[in-house]
């Protein structure tokens, strides 16, 4: 067991015009505990942030809404309890949502990871897929 904290603030801003944008920074603080202390595996802090600008526009004659996104993240990770070291994180994220109905979306987007550090080290990029029903 340890003592964190959590600190996070956000915004999600959407126009009428289509246009939105979410961000988000949050970071955790970890301190010494039970004779826990992850300041000596390098992990009393972790950290992280995203930027996501997005526009939304109705299709014409087709049926629905098409929204489409850009989004930048950065995060570090500390994990080593495992013997990892530290582990900076960064990814480019662009995709498209489909809303035949607003009860329904399909999506699809491309990402573009980079890592720095052992055992994460290298791209992980992929392709990925989903449907989202609201009911």
Known sequence: EASALLMEGHIDYQHRSGFALRALYARWDFESDNGFDPGIVNADDVQGWYVEPSYKFALNPVPGELGIFFRYQEWDERDGTAGNPFAKHDMISVGANWWPTPNVV???????????????????????????FQF
């Not at 052992?118 to 897929?129: A, C, E, R, W, Y």
């Open 106 to 132: 399909f999506k699809i987007d491309g990402q573009w990871e980079k890592a720095d550090g052992n055992p994460s080290s290298g791209t992980h990029d992929g392709v990925n897929l989903g449907l989202g």
